[in-house]
C-alpha cells in the first residue's frame, strides 16, 4: 500500500456530536492523499459505534481510516499515540468539531512548496455563531503566545517522532514543541490561507490560568524568560484580566468576544 502524503488526526473524548463536523469536513475534501486517524479516550457516550460506521465512508473515498478507543493521559499523550500510529510524511491535528476552511483547504496547502519542516496558516474563529479571521503572527511572538492556532499547522511526521509532546504540561505541550523547533532554527513557512476553522472555548481557553503558568514554565526551561517591562505589563494585564472575569462573570467575557468578532 502506497503511504499517504498527510495524517490527519483527531483525538478526543466523549465528543461524538463535535466529531461528525470534523468528519463531514474531511470526507468534502477535493485532495484525498491522506490518512485518518482518530483517537478516542475511552468514551462511553455513543463515540465508538459512531467510529464504527466511518470505515465504509472513507473507504468510498480511497482516504485509509483507523480508530482506537482506550484510556490515556490526557490530551498530548492522545497525540503522541496518533502520532506513533501515522503514515504520512506531515501531520495534521483537528480536534472534534474542528473543520477545515472550505472544500479545497488540503488541495491548495499541497499545491504549495513543501520545503519546509513546520507550515502554518490563518485560522478562522466562531464564537456564538461569529466568525472572524485570526492571520498568523510573526514567528517571534511564541516566546510569549501561540503565533497561530495548532489546528492551522502542518508538521513533518519525523519531527514530531523525534520531539513528541512533553505529557508533564496539560495545556501547553504543543506550545512548547513550537517554540523549542523555532529556537532550534527548524525551518517554519507561512501559508497566506485560512486552514481551519475553530470554535472559541476549547480546553487551553476553559483553562487560563493553568495555561498561563505553565507558560511561564516553559519559558524558563527553554531559556526565554526575562523578567522586563514589557514582561511586567503583560502579567498586570493578565491578571487584571481574570480579576474583572471573577468579578463580573463569563457574561462580560461573552460581550467582550461578541464585540471582537462584529
Partial sequence: MDMPTL???????????????????????????????????????????FLGQLEPLFSAKQIPFFCSSEPDHGIYDAMNKGVKKAHGKWLLFLNAGDLLADATTLEQVFAHPMDASILYGD????????????????????????????????????LLLEHPYDVSYRVCADHEFFLAMYLKGV?????????????????????????????????????????????????CSFYAKQTIKNLFGQKLIRAVRKRRLH
Fill in 7 to 49: 495524517s490527519v488526526i483527531t483525538v478526543c473524548f466523549r465528543a461524538k456530536e463535535a466529531l461528525s463536523a470534523t468528519v463531514d469536513s474531511l470526507l468534502q475534501q477535493t485532495w484525498t492523499d491522506f490518512e485518518y486517524l482518530v483517537i478516542d479516550g475511552g468514551s462511553d457516550d455513543g463515540t465508538v459505534p
Fill in 123 to 158: 485560522t478562522l474563529c466562531i464564537y456564538e455563531s461569529k466568525t472572524k479571521l485570526y492571520p498568523a503572527l510573526p514567528l517571534d511572538h511564541l516566546t510569549y503566545e501561540m503565533a497561530f492556532c495548532h489546528q492551522s499547522v502542518f508538521v513533518k511526521r519525523d
Fill in 187 to 235: 525551518s517554519f513557512d507561512y501559508l497566506p490561507i485560512p486552514v481551519s476553522v475553530y470554535e472559541i472555548a476549547g480546553f487551553s481557553d476553559q483553562n487560563k490560568l493553568l495555561s498561563h503558568k505553565e507558560k511561564i514554565r516553559m519559558q524558563k526551561k527553554l531559556g526565554v524568560f526575562h523578567v522586563t517591562p514589557f514582561w511586567i505589563l503583560r502579567e
